[in-house]
């Protein structure tokens, strides 16, 4: 076994997990900082006894995330979020929390540190999570020069917020909404794919390089929605929306959210983020320079909506005479 320690910030998340299984794969001990730590108990049985650990850390307390980072080789920082809640904004974790994390490891001498941004991330953009994601890479490097980022497109997966949200939304209602016309592009990543490039970074040692992490092939927005359809084998409307109507719905998508354990189905800020192509620039490498072969969505996103059809597995095997 590998006698390196990775702290990886965000581990109990939809991507952070999978990493995990990845790090602990190559044979890193893993430990994982939550901020309720009894949450994540599931993640110990991805290792080996003692392989993962988990610590009590938030990242709006500084000692808390430089007790995670004592005595750590590398880091990992995942932590991200969707929509804003509470105290849980754009600008303090994309922000303030990769500055906190940058400076513990700089004064902790930690150079291998990956950064997961996204593509699309800007500065200049109008949306704030957008703007913030860039913001995040501008703090991380300025403590870690040798941080590398990572920025995929879409990530798909079992339990994503893209496929298994517009699946669930085709259960319940007859039409799928078009946002701007449908016409935006995407490069989906399996989020297995966006794992192993994190652990091929920490395994080499990161070197101050960016990384897009693009999906294999170019889908517009309509296209995933006709895709989502054909999978789970329902009929239903593909409504265009208007960017200007798109707004308002994004504005009650953030009223309904503000509700408890509710997740809203769209925000103003990402209309603004679907206003712009998600795909590769071309500025930077990709998977291959990761020695990576990315999968594609009709490769595995079928085997998890399954249960989205209307005899689930047995989907196929239904003999049209046997419901009659």
């Avoid at 689930?312 to 095997?317: A, N």
Wanted: one cysteine or more; proline letters at 6%.
């Amino acid at each position: 076994m590998h006698n390196g320690l990775v702290t990886v910030f965000g581990g109990s998340g939809f991507v952070g997990r999978q990493v995990v299984r990845a790090l602990v794969r190559d044979g890193w001990r893993v430990r994982v900082p939550m901020r309720r730590p009894h949450l994540g108990q599931d993640l110990r049985v991805f290792g080996m006894v003692g392989q993962v650990q988990l610590v009590q850390a938030n990242l709006r307390f500084p000692r808390s995330v430089e007790a995670a980072l004592d005595g750590a080789d590398a880091c990992v920082n995942l932590v991200a979020l969707l929509h804003e809640s509470g105290r849980q904004t754009f600008d303090a974790l994309h922000v303030n929390g990769a500055d906190t994390i940058a400076k513990a490891c700089a004064a902790r001498g930690i150079t291998n540190l990956a950064h997961i941004s996204a593509i699309g991330a800007n500065s200049a953009a109008k949306s704030d999570y957008s703007r913030t994601k860039a913001e995040g890479e501008v703090r991380i490097r300025a403590h870690v020069p040798t941080a590398t980022i990572l920025r995929p497109s879409i990530i798909f997966g079992e339990g994503d917020s893209f496929f298994t949200r517009f699946a669930s939304l085709a259960l319940k209602s007859p039409a799928l909404p078009l946002i701007g016309g449908g016409e935006t592009r995407f490069q989906p990543v399996f989020v297995g794919d966006v794992a192993d490039a994190v652990a091929a970074v920490i395994q080499r040692g990161a070197m101050g390089e960016t990384y897009e992490l693009a999906g294999p092939q170019t889908y517009s927005f309509a296209e995933l929605m006709r895709f989502v359809l054909d999978t789970i084998d329902r009929r239903r409307f593909l409504v265009p929306v208007p960017w200007f109507a798109a707004g308002p719905m994004g504005f009650a998508g953030e009223v309904s959210g503000a509700l408890p354990f509710v997740e809203p189905f769209l925000t103003r800020n990402q209309v603004e983020d679907l206003k712009v192509d998600n795909i590769a620039s071309g500025d930077h490498p990709g998977f291959e320079a990761l020695g990576i072969t990315p999968d594609t969505i009709e490769a595995i996103v079928p085997d998890y909506l399954e249960r989205f059809r209307k005899y689930g597995q047995f989907h196929d095997m239904r003999s049209p005479k046997a419901y009659r």
